[in-house]
Every structure is written in structure tokens, then in C-alpha cells.
């Protein structure tokens, strides 16, 4: 049996989905008049954010329209009332004196108190993406939530790797190495617990000897066992992979059949490097390039915030961002700023910004969107769908360093496309484990 609730709504949660009124059943919902004044401040922006702010406006004038938002107004049929509460309705001294109602939060909080000692029969919960809210409200002796209708998974340790192990008969790894066609059955799969999908990578272990091994890519169970492709010699920019989970990548990057790539992996792992040498060996390698561009850019903390107040070019108000993207080309061009700067100029390399990305329709290029883990699913949306005809994008990003306050490991962008296309045969992912930078910087992501 379930009881009614009644929730009361942090700016944060709009913020975050502009439709969340949606979602809590028939649960009443309380908003205080202070939660509308903060969504307001945030309409101007140009990131998802500001999407969700938009939003939210015109979803709180069509309820207007169904009623009164000061006496309760429902939802929609099934769902429970909304509520807007206003400071002369609020027991401000339920309060404590360590804390103010000048502060929104603190008026938030307020609301939450004064509804439970109004409706003391119904739980009283608050939900809020601000961790430090939840803590405050829970040292107040109120319950609180996090607001996760926007994650995909249960847990980061369940993110889709794009790798898994297989136990085999020997003999069919036998045949895979002398080059015959090899499948892997479904049966075999489901006695190992084991789903597959596209693209995936399977280690074939022999059953009988667990030291003998093969690679392969898995395309489906009526498709042959793919090899894994070998570029240590025809790479002119002078990178190759270190291990299996960069071959990985390469074979994914290099699939004319695959338009979109996502690499996850901890700092100096070298997903972005390879995405570099990718796009430039296919972008700049020579007269059969396959893409005639490379643009590359990386989320503005916060995206989408306008940058027409500094100084320069938009190029030069980028370049701070994308020093470490830079820091890579110039590795793979042996510090050749010359040679840098005429591909730039001739159009073959582009900086873009990611704020203007909407309404465009990108064709022929191979697009690299770093540090993804910092875009919203909303604004992932926004990027995948302005990829015109032969355009291949890779999103690349380290979910463990998170710099975007409306999203977490389970739910930001990266991880969202990561388990949304798992299943399409139009996107391939990979997880590097294993750091190639240095020593000192393997050690450091490990013990720092």
C-alpha cells in the first residue's frame, strides 16, 4: 500500500527537468512563490539550463490556466494538486535562528516545515539536487530526496563498457585465428548470464585453457565474429595503442559504419589523444580524406554561458577551455604552431563553441566533443542531432570528474548516450581502465 505525499519542490529540480511536475504520481506538490522568482532569473541562458527555465515558465502558465495556483490546481488526471505558497503563508518562525529567510533556500525550507505542521497525517518530503539542501533539511528533521527520474542506470559501476569476457571451446577460437567465420550463439550467452550488444568486444576465452585468448568485435548472433583491425603501420601521425582498450577505440574510430563513439576513461588514459589522431588521419591524411574538417570543442563551464563579453575572436574567448585539446595537436604535430594555425586558417580545423551548436547541420567532419561527462542529456540531444550525412562524432569524458552542478555519474549526458545507443548498431563505446600519460600521472588517478 502506498501513502500520499506531499513534495515540496527546490529550484534546482526544475532546473533539471522542466517537467518534473509530471512525474510524482498522485503525490501534491508545493512550490513556494520565492522557487518562481529563481526558475526567472535563469530564462536568459543559453544551455540546457536555461532550456529548463523556459520551460518551466510555460508549463506554470498553462496549470495557470487550468486554475489557481494559490488554492491548488491539478496536475493532470491522476496526478495530484499543485500548490504555490507564498512568504505571508509561511510559520517563519518555525525557522531556527541559525538559519535566515532572506535566503531562498532557507525560505524553502520554511515552506517544508509549514506544510508538515499544517498536514501533520501526510509525509512532507523535500527534493532537491543540492546536496547541502538535503543535509540542512535533514538536520531540520524533514525528509528529503534527491530528484533522479533522469538517471539511466542504477549505479556508475553498471555503465555499459563495451567489453566483456566469454568462455568458448577451444576449437572455436582455433578456427577465429585460421580465419573462418566464427558466431556466437545466443544459448551460449544465456548460460553465462551474458547479453551482448553491437559493437561490443568480447575477450574468447578457451574453456579449457583460460591462457589462450582472442579479440574479436561482436556484431550479432547471425553475424560473424569480427577481428580487430591492425594500424600499427599505416598511422601517419605517429599514434598507436597500448593496449587492448585503446585498440578498441581505434577499430571504432576508424569504422566508416559507425557514426558516433564514446570513450570514458580517468585522466591520461588517452581517449582524447586517440580521438584527435583519428580525426586528423581521416581528416588531413591526404587526398582520399574521408571528412573535410575537424571540429573540436569542449562544454564551457557553465555551457552555453554567453561569451560575448570578453575579448577577441570567439576562437581567442575559446582558447582557455581548449588549451588541453591543443596541447594534444600540437603532440601529435611535433609543436608545429605554423603547420597548426594554417589548418585552422584554411578551415580544415575548427574551434567551435558549443553555445552555438543549435539549428546548425554539420556534414562531412569528424566531430570531438570533450570532457562530455559535463553536458546535461538535454544538451547531448541538442549536439547528436545536428550531425548531418558523413559526419562521425566521439564524445569522450571521465564520469568521476564532474564539474556540472545538475548533473552526476548516472545522469549526465555522456553516461545518457552511452546507455541510450548501447543497443543501436549506429554507435560504438569503449571504457579505458588503464592510464598511458605516465607513471606518476597512472599513480595519481589511482591514489589521489
Known sequence: MTFKRNF?????????????????????????????????????????????????????????GLGSL????????????????????????????????????????????????????????????????????????????DYINQRVIEDSDKIYEGF??????????????????????????????????????????????????????????????????????????????????????????????????SLIGKAGSGKTLMAIAAGLEQGLGGKDDKYRRIIISRPVQPLGKDIGFLPGTMEEKMLPWLKPIQDNIRHLMGDDRTMLEAYVEKGKIEVEALT????????????????????????????ITRIGENTKIVLTGDIEQIDNVYTNEISNGLTYAVEKFKESDLAGHITFRKGERSKLATAAAKLL
Open 164 to 261: 566483456t569476457k566469454l568462455l568458448v571451446d577451444e576449437e572455436l577460437i582455433n578456427h577465429f585465428y585460421l580465419g573462418d567465420d566464427i558466431y556466437l550463439d545466443e544459448d551460449l550467452c544465456d548460460e553465462q548470464n551474458t547479453q551482448l550488444f553491437p559493437h561490443e568486444f568480447v575477450m574468447m576465452v578457451s574453456s579449457s585453457n583460460e591462457k589462450k585468448t582472442a579479440l574479436a568485435r561482436f556484431i550479432g548472433h547471425s553475424t560473424p565474429m569480427r577481428h580487430i583491425r591492425d594500424l600499427k603501420h599505416d598511422l601517419m601521425w605517429g599514434v598507436h595503442p597500448r593496449n587492448k582498450e585503446q585498440s578498441f577505440a581505434f577499430d571504432l574510430l576508424f569504422d566508416d559504419d559507425i557514426p558516433l563513439v
Open 356 to 383: 552555438y551548436i543549435r539549428g546548425r547541420s554539420i556534414s562531412n567532419a569528424f566531430v570531438i566533443i570533450d570532457e562530455a561527462q559535463n553536458l546535461t542529456a538535454h544538451e547531448v540531444k541538442t549536439i
Open 70 to 145: 494559490s488554492r491548488g490546481v491539478r496536475i493532470a488526471e491522476g496526478l495530484g494538486v499543485l500548490r504555490v505558497v507564498k512568504a505571508s503563508e509561511i510559520y517563519l518562525d518555525e525557522l531556527p535562528k541559525d538559519l535566515s529567510h532572506k535566503t531562498a533556500d532557507h525560505l524553502i525550507l520554511a515552506t517544508a516545515l509549514t506544510v508538515k505542521k499544517q498536514d501533520p497525517e501526510v509525509k512532507t518530503v523535500v527534493v532537491s539536487r543540492d546536496i547541502n539542501m538535503r543535509v540542512i533539511a535533514d538536520a531540520l528533521g524533514l525528509d528529503t530526496d
Open 8 to 64: 515540496v519542490l527546490d529550484t534546482s529540480v526544475f532546473l533539471s527537468d522542466s517537467s518534473c511536475v509530471y512525474k510524482f504520481k498522485d503525490n501534491d506538490i508545493v512550490i513556494p512563490l520565492k522557487v518562481l522568482e529563481e526558475i526567472d532569473k535563469h530564462k536568459k541562458r543559453q544551455d540546457a539550463v536555461g532550456h529548463h527555465a523556459r520551460q518551466s515558465i510555460r508549463i506554470f502558465d498553462f496549470l495557470r
